[in-house]
Structures are given as structure tokens and as C-alpha cells.
């Protein structure tokens, strides 16, 4: 096996592994099957679009984790993974895959019992899109001798704190979603059709900068305008773009699988009032949440201080303002542990890195003016330099 | 509500609905819980990226169906689905979004038994990316008075016959997706990175062709060199592309959310012999299958064909070689029903639309040259006049 092209050191994939044994200790695990294709990248270096079949990377307490999936896919596992030893990559068969008659998983459960490892407590995803309800039902069923337990996050908690190689890729991708984001208020005209925009906001993205090349975002650019702006989460077709409406650009950067995203909003010609109000409100709000955003708080603080200006300013935003991000797959960039919301009493520490995200979604339009932020011992620092407030072209 | 830039007519989604009652009414089901993306926006028309959340719709035997998710996407349910009545749009508080101390099943649980369908048969998606362990065991838990049954595939299956509308989408993709293959024929040369290439074939992906914008597809381009091509499923970094190996890009062109897959692979200057011989089997033995691609044959029939003649000529493979495909969002593009391989005895019939998907990788390389196909009542009909074979470029 060759690993071309390695992200990481074998030594961080094995300072990984420690951190995650220890809590796989503490918490009586004698083997976690991990599913999150973040998880298994960030525990063993696996890289590949092939997590449209059931896959995972086994942890056990001891020796090297192992790579388990669809055989032809073994190729691409002994390409990405750290892992030298042969016996460290199986693959199962091709009539597993999508075939209502039989399961992956009825493969993984042998393969476990192979090793030894089915009579003790095996931790698994139990909240996660690679891990679905079946998958866990077959496992169960093969698996009587041992104790099936929800370790949901267990390994997205250890990724929460990152080393400097992986803010170095953050800070890369900063980079990048800074530059598509001038390629934005450079390309876009009004009578532009939507989808021309978006293909100019691709190219940027993938093409990257400071000579750092661009992977694909977990979620592609949301560019709603006018009344689809109201909605979050609508992506694009060729209506043109129009005088008189927002448009906003919900985007990541992304290298190597890691993610940093930015959001900005564009009129042609002056905001209405509104809108100017909101971007003040949203920006005082901002700068009281990122005081906040220092070692030793907590994350309801950031949400708290964020939403207490914003309602002495007369806005209101019921939803989240921000949570964390860093190494991330489709269908979400977000790594699903810390949110800023009230009650998250997750304690804020040097090293960790969110998306501080104050979106407001108003009656006729949104306003999204974000940040990724890394956390250090002055405080928060933004990974961009993106000029931080309405984008107004005439 | 507004429903704008509608996909398709109120009659086509109230067909897909009858058609769908009738398998429910057949398996005995009160209630479907519909939590495939593709198969919520083919009964509903709902389209956003948020299925990273947790999110279903709902389809009772009588009424119109009901579109449930976190209430910020609401806004985007009432620009998308085709359903009119503020009752059929519901969404849960942003405090149940990946916080380890609730759950949103729990308030799913609730608006069933609000609307009295907990106490029947409710079909649940066992084996899709979006219905969670997690999400199986909360439901199960707060709806004791139903029982759930998998029905993975329920919908998926009334979807394999396409309507014409949905023929003339994919139709789209493929002019798409042609374009694609033509821009890396003009664009790539030696030396050039690999991610400077793949920017632009999302750009072109993205513009689209022939004057129908380009959707975002629901897997990104898988464009492998040399070894790296050995692997199905790598993707890309900033490697330069070189003479003396193969690459090949498997991609799709979309249109709407329907896709057109279609792979090919690309030498600098003469391919090496093994490739040659590879190829000539491959076409050989795809003639062979397609031959038999036709109304009233399995869909085993065309895999058999398709290996007996590649075996013949020297050639194995032994994975399937093709699969149902249309409506799709991320991380698969097929539809995970009928598959080209021994032992699926699926019928085929008029209007299916597959991905006919011959690929070897060989031991230095890999060799993709596939295409979707549209059966007829005369026999199969691919969607794309791209040249049928290595592309050589000097």
C-alpha cells in the first residue's frame, strides 16, 4: 500500500487515536465502529465519495484501526488511509451493495467476529446519516453477545480542539471563500441569470488561492434572493438577478476537507432602510457575541451577549448563532457538537474554530453576514479579512 | 403560499401520490414517513439543502401530505412544495438542531399523535441516509401505540417509471453533462492541476446548455489519475495531470435535481495496449448488454450478456454494471432500486431510466466509458452522443 499525498503525520493520526481511547476508556468501549465520514477521515486519513454505501473505520482498544467498506473501494482506502498493514483494509463483497437481500452490515458483524471483538461494548453512531436504522437493527441481530452503545459525537468531541496543521488548512480555505466571495462583487450584474453566478462562485471555489487548491465544500453555495432569501437553505436556477432585492451568499472555502464558511449579502443599489438597520443591529450584536468568544466562557455566553443587543437593537433571531466547523463531508460542514445558543454550556477553549453565524431571515428578504473564527487566548480571530457589512453595487 | 418556478403540474404530483397510496394500501400502511430527499420532493416538489437536519414528509392515505422540518426551513417548504394549505407545512423549534438533549422525532412523535395517525401501521425509510438509528428509536419509543414498518424503497420504486416531464429533464441533464465531457476534451493538456480542470467542469455543469441552467449534481465529479484511478470513488487535488496515464471523470450533468450520469476517460497521446484491448471489450460487451436493455427482459438479463462477452474477450468484472437513476440529491445520484446484476430479476420496462455503467479498473488505471439509457419499446436509448470511447488528445 502507498498513502500518496498524506493531510497529516502518522504521529497526529496516532495522537487521534490516544485521545480518542481515552475516552472510549472512560466511557467502558472496547471498540467503536465509526461511520461519520469526517470521523473515519479524521481517525485514519480515508478520503473518497463513496459513503453512498454503508462503510466504516473500526477503533479497537488496541493495534491500528481498520478500514472497512466496498471492496472496490479498498483501492481507494490503501491510497488515503495511514495505515500500512494489509490486514488494517477488508472489503465486502459487490452483492451487498443496495441489494434488498442481504446487508453490508451482516459483512461488518462477521468481520468482527473474525477479530475477537463481538463480546464487549461496541460503540456506535447512532445519530448520523451513514448510520441508519437498519444498519443498526442487522448489527444488533448478529451481534447477541455484545452491548451496542449510542456513542453519538464521541469522536466529533475530540475533533473539537485543532492542531496547527488543521487550522493551517482553515486558515487556506479562508483564503478561499474571502476570494469567492470578490469574485461575487466583481461578476455580478443585474440581468445576470442566477445559475452564472453560482458556476463563477464554483470556479473560484475549486480553483482556490494563494496557491492553495480548492476541495468541494459539504454544502454547496446557497444563493437565494428576493423572497427565496426568506428561506435559509434554497440553492439557485436562472432567474436573473434583480434591482431592488437581497441576495445572499451562504458559501465555504474548503481544502483538504476542511471548511471555513462566510456569508454576505448583495444589493444593487441602496438597501432599503431595513436593511440598513438590520446590518447595524447585526453588526453591534456580532462584535458584543465575539467579546464574548474567549477561553473560559461558555457558548450560551457568545449566544446570550449576541441576542441581548440584538433585541435592544429591535431584531430577533430564534435560531442558533453559530457552531463549530473544521474537517466535514456532504450533507453538512458543521460538526455537529457546540452550537451558540442558550443552554449549550459547552466551555470555550484556545484552539476551537465556529461559524459565527447571525443570519436574519426578514419579511421580504435575508441578511447574512457571518464569520469563522478561531479561538485563542486574546480572543476571537476571524480566518477572513472580507469586509464585513452589506456588499452595495451600483 | 407560493409555489414558484414549480418543477412540475399539481396533477403529476397528485399521480405519484395515488400511485404511492396504492402500494401503501397493498402493504396494509396508514401513514408513510418519508424521509429520502428524493423521495420527499417527488411526492411534495420540496427543494433545499436542509436535510443535514432532520426533517420528513408525511403522507397519510386521504388529505394532502405534510411537509415537517425545522421551522427556519418552513419559509422554503412554502416556495417549493406544491401543497397550499397552511396545515401541510410544520416545523419544530431551532433548539431541537443537533443538541444531545432533545431530539426532533420527539416532536414528530408529537404532531402524529396531534393528528391522529399514531395508532395504525406506519411505514418508516429503514435503510436511507436521513432516518437515523437514533431517529427509529426515539419514534419507536413516543408512537407505542403504532407499529412501524420498513418500507425503505417504498417510494423509490414508484419512481423507476418516468413521466415525460421527468424524461425531459434528464434529457437536460445529458445536453448538460455532454457539454461537460466535451469542456475537459478542450481544456485539459499535460501539466494542467487536476482541481484547474475540475473548476471547469463544474463551470460548465453549473451554466448548463442549450439554454437549461445547470443544477448542482448530487455527487461531485470523480476524476482520478494513474494509480489514483485504480480507485472508483477519489476525487481531486492540485496534482498535475501527465502523459503515459489514464484519467477518467465520472460526472453528471442536473437539471432540476434529475441527473444524467456519463463517464469518460482521457489519455495524452496513444493509450498503452491493455487499454485499447479493455476498451474494445468494453464496447463490445456493452453492445451486448444494451442489447437486451429492453421491455419485458430482467434487468440480470443485460448484466449476463454485458459479462458473458466481456469475459469472453478477456475482461472481469465483478461488481454490478448499472443502476436505476433520476431525481436525486446528495450522496447518490442512483435511486437504489434495480440494478444491472445476476440475480436482480426486475423487469424492465418503457420510461426507466439507468445508468448503464461499465467500468473496469485495472492495475495501473482505470477505464470508465458509460451511459444512461432511457428504455423504450424499441430497446434502450442512451441520452448522450458523446463519442463512445477513449478520448485521445496529443
Not at 473539537?160 to 479562508?174: L, M, N, Q, T, W
Amino acid at each position: 500500500m502507498t498513502t500518496t499525498n498524506p493531510n497529516f503525520t502518522d504521529a497526529e493520526y496516532y495522537a487521534r487515536i490516544a485521545k480518542t481511547r481515552a475516552e472510549m476508556d472512560r466511557r467502558g468501549l472496547d471498540l467503536l465502529i465509526i461511520t461519520d465520514p469526517s470521523n473515519m477521515a479524521w481517525i485514519s486519513g480515508y478520503d473518497g465519495w463513496s459513503f453512498y454505501v454503508h462503510q466504516a473505520v473500526l477503533l479497537p482498544m488496541s493495534g491500528e484501526p481498520v478500514w472497512w467498506g466496498r471492496a472496490m473501494d479498498g483501492a481507494g482506502a490503501a491510497r488515503t488511509v495511514f495505515m500500512r498493514d494489509d490486514a488494517s483494509i477488508v472489503g465486502y463483497d459487490d452483492s451487498y451493495v443496495q441489494n434488498p437481500q442481504k446487508h453490508p452490515m451482516e459483512a461488518l458483524a462477521s468481520l468482527i467476529i473474525d477479530r475477537g471483538w463481538n463480546t464487549g461494548w461496541i460503540g456506535v453512531e447512532m445519530d448520523n446519516y451513514y448510520y441508519s436504522a437498519r444498519a443498526h437493527d442487522v448489527l444488533t441481530n448478529h451481534l447477541h453477545e455484545a452491548n451496542l452503545n449510542d456513542s453519538t459525537g464521541l469522536v466529533n468531541w475530540q475533533r473539537a480542539v485543532k492542531s496547527d496543521s488543521e487550522i493551517e488548512y482553515i486558515r487556506r480555505a479562508g483564503s478561499i471563500v474571502q476570494r469567492m466571495h470578490e469574485v461575487i462583487v466583481e461578476r455580478a450584474e443585474p440581468g445576470m441569470a442566477k445559475n452564472e453566478l453560482v458556476a463563477e462562485i464554483f470556479h473560484a471555489g475549486i480553483m482556490g488561492a494563494e496557491g492553495h487548491w480548492g476541495d468541494y465544500p459539504a454544502i454547496v453555495p446557497m444563493a437565494p434572493s428576493g423572497m427565496d432569501a426568506t428561506a435559509p437553505h434554497l440553492t439557485w436556477d436562472d432567474r436573473p438577478l434583480r434591482r431592488g432585492e437581497s441576495n445572499f451568499f451562504e458559501l465555504a472555502g474548503a481544502h483538504r476537507r476542511y471548511h471555513c464558511p462566510q456569508s454576505r449579502t448583495l444589493f444593487f443599489g441602496p438597501p432599503p432602510d431595513i436593511y440598513r438597520r438590520a446590518e447595524n443591529a447585526v453588526l453591534e450584536a456580532m462584535e458584543a457575541g465575539l467579546a464574548q468568544a474567549r477561553p473560559g466562557n461558555r457558548c450560551e455566553d457568545v449566544a446570550n451577549a449576541f441576542n441581548a443587543t440584538l433585541n435592544k437593537l429591535g431584531f430577533e433571531k430564534d435560531s442558533r448563532c453559530g457552531y463549530s466547523i473544521g474537517l466535514s463531508y456532504p450533507p453538512d460542514w458543521g460538526e455537529r457538537t457546540m452550537s451558540f445558543r442558550r443552554g449549550d454550556m459547552t466551555e470555550i477553549k484556545a484552539g476551537m474554530t465556529l461559524h459565527f453565524m447571525p443570519a436574519l431571515w426578514l419579511e421580504d428578504g435575508g441578511l447574512e453576514i457571518t464569520e469563522t473564527i478561531l479561538i485563542t487566548d486574546a480572543g476571537a480571530q476571524p480566518f477572513c479579512t472580507t469586509p464585513r457589512g452589506i456588499f452595495v453595487k451600483d
